[in-house]
């Protein structure tokens, strides 16, 4: 994680992905995604972790399409 990535909560993340915060969850439930933590155990986003969410889920729908 480079020093000027962009960090966001779970709030955030999910605005960004068009997603409910709660669908964020389930994914790191599900162990679909992993996710850092801050200092009070929070999860936390970078711009990278979004990036490759968003060519998963891109993944998933052409494997759907197919």
Do not use: C
């Amino acid at each position: 994680m480079g020093k000027n990535s962009k960090r966001f909560n779970l709030k955030a993340a999910a605005a960004e992905l068009g997603v409910h915060r709660l669908t964020i969850y389930y994914w790191i439930k599900k162990g679909w995604i992993t996710v850092k933590r801050d200092y009070r155990n929070l999860p936390v986003l970078t711009s990278e972790d979004l990036q490759k969410i968003r060519k998963w889920r891109n993944t998933l729908r052409e494997d759907k399409k197919a």
